[in-house]
């Protein structure tokens, strides 16, 4: 059976990969491609996909009022133009059959039999429709309202992309899920070879970027052997219980193949961590030279204190108790649990309180039952927590087995690896074209993009009118870079951007909308007769657009 190479199985994050470094090494020790650009062969392999990762240099970006355009209370992705995007190519394929589709632009998707879940997870049968379409410029981009913001470290880029896809599947008008045993294959034309873009997937639940930690490019199209190679005696070293102690408040691994094991970990400790909570108390016996008082405790509250007969508090402190607020008759008592055995007893009639801080006693002739009680309620405690500790043992190995396993699996495909890269050395075309591949283990939006942060050449206030000079409203405001396949969003009120950076040395162009949904336009000509007096002139576009090649035709670049 003939498959298509993989280089993307989904990554850990950075917690899994402090337990499995050398994930990120892999794959990185092969030489960039050069143009002409190459298309990658069709090569036979057993092995599995190879976990990568991808050094990105962040550059830096700035956090002044005005920069970003962003409004909390619109929809996450938001085409400017309503009525127009970039439409999909729908296909039927059937759930129980391997299917391979070539998409109009030269890109290739392989199906595999098995692929869908429904919302259930139960697996699919029959027909199903699936839908796919890509972005691959700046046009496609802006019509989209994909936002390609990404944060990192508190920190706001911008992606420069070299191909974004989206993929979902549908049967009988409801959302299928990807089967993660058998992810769905997509091997995407892109207009460079460049190896500084990672992959990333759209969380439009949480409304970010998830990095993948994946390098894209198939074999042939390749980095450096500079840029860091593959050591095969790498490997992996597995520590769930720092993993969870450090990831514990942290989002899950995008990677299926381990984060339902993460999970099951997390699940286990958090569980083990509730018995300890419910370790019974051992009360001690009263001090007849120090005084006590008795007060009604609430069981559910304080089940550790209501286990036991006759309970008083004897007070720890004796120099500061204060004998004449003993004698007040109060009307309400509340207990805060300290460290060890000890409670802080605060009492309150209207605005007075008065606080002490006491421990449980019992006189000596309760001391024999109170003893057999605790005895019962520890024994019960230890074999609840045994049977706790138990599960959490058993999840950590079952990780540790699955991210061993994993190893094993990138070892081989490293040989398998190379052979194909020695195969296809061989045999290359100059003809064809540059892929980057994704395994889909969700459906939706991944994106090949290297984060960068706006201009810096030039920062003014920027006037923006209409071509008469009066004032535009606009609600979106986009800067284009020639030869940048990116689009730097910026707030503009009342007629000005307060903060307007672009590189003057560049060829820009300004793409924005109005309030009242008109497209308008400054052209690179007006931008460079304009950038001088701060003030740009818009072209409105007075259409109703009802294709995205339409608007296109107004998005020269």
């Known amino acids: 059976m003939k498959y298509k190479i993989n280089r993307n199985q989904t990554p850990l994050t950075e917690g899994e990969l402090s337990s499995a470094r050398n994930f990120n090494q892999a794959l990185k020790g092969y030489r960039a491609m050069k143009a002409p650009f190459y298309r990658r062969g069709k090569f036979l392999t057993g092995g599995s996909a190879i976990i990568v990762g991808a050094a990105i240099a962040l550059m830096v970006v700035f956090d002044d009022k005005g920069e970003i355009l962003g409004n909390e209370n619109s929809p996450y992705i938001a085409p400017p133009i309503a009525q127009v995007n970039i439409a999909a190519d729908t296909y039927t394929v059937d759930a129980d059959s391997t299917t391979d589709i070539d998409y109009t632009s030269g890109s290739k998707l392989h199906i595999p039999a098995g692929a869908f879940k429904d919302a259930s997870g139960n697996p699919v049968k029959g027909k199903v429709t699936l839908k796919y379409r890509e972005f691959h410029d700046q046009k496609d981009i802006f019509i989209s309202g994909i936002p390609m913001i990404y944060d990192s470290a508190g920190s706001k880029y911008v992606f420069e992309s070299a191909g974004m896809m989206e993929i979902t599947a549908w049967q009988d008008g409801k959302a299928l899920q990807a089967n993660n045993d058998k992810p769905i294959k997509v091997d995407m034309v892109s207009n460079t070879a460049e190896d500084r873009y990672n992959t990333y997937y759209l969380d439009t639940a949480e409304k970010k970027w998830v990095n993948l930690n994946q390098a894209n490019l198939l074999p042939g199209q390749k980095p450096t052997a500079a840029k860091g190679g593959i050591n095969p005696k790498d490997t992996l070293s597995v520590d769930t219980k720092a993993y969870v102690e450090e990831m514990e408040n942290e989002p899950l691994s995008s990677n299926p193949a381990l984060s339902k094991y993460v999970q099951e970990v997390r699940r286990t400790v958090a569980e083990v961590k509730a018995v300890e909570k419910e370790k019974p108390m051992a009360v001690t016996k009263a001090d007849k030279n120090k005084q006590r008082f008795s007060i009604t405790v609430d069981p559910t509250e304080f089940p550790e ?90 999840a950590r190995k079952e990780y540790e087995a699955r991210a061993k396993a994993m190893e094993v699996e990138m070892q081989k495909a490293i040989a398998a690896q190379k052979e194909r890269d020695r195969v296809y050395e061989a045999s290359l075309n100059r003809t064809q074209l540059i892929y980057r591949t994704f395994s889909v283990y969700r459906f939706g939006t991944y994106n090949c993009d290297s984060p960068v942060g706006w201009p810096t050449e030039s920062n003014v206030v920027a006037s923006l009118t209409d071509e008469n000079g009066n004032k535009l409203n606009l609600r979106s405001f986009n800067l284009v870079e020639k030869g940048r396949n990116a689009i730097f969003p910026y707030t503009a009120e009342s007629g000005q951007c307060k903060n307007f950076r672009f590189n003057g040395s560049k060829e820009n162009m300004i793409w924005a909308m109005t309030d009242d949904n008109k497209l308008a336009i400054v052209d690179a000509k007006s931008f460079k007769e304009q950038k001088a007096n701060r003030t740009f002139k818009f072209k409105l576009v007075d259409e109703e657009f009802k294709t995205s090649d339409e608007v296109k035709k107004y998005l020269d670049i």
């Open 305 to 394: 204190i209501a286990i036991y007969k006759g309970v008083k508090f004897q007070v720890k402190d004796e120099k500061s108790f204060d004998q004449a607020s003993a004698k007040v008759e109060w009307e309400d008592v509340k207990l805060k649990k300290l460290t060890g055995i000890d409670y802080e007893i605060t009492f309150s009639k209207g605005a007075k309180t008065f606080k002490v801080v006491a421990t449980p006693v019992l006189q000596e002739k309760d001391m024999a039952e109170a003893q057999k009680v605790y005895d019962r309620k520890f024994a019960e405690y230890q074999t609840k927590l045994n049977d706790k500790k138990a599960a959490e043992e058993k």
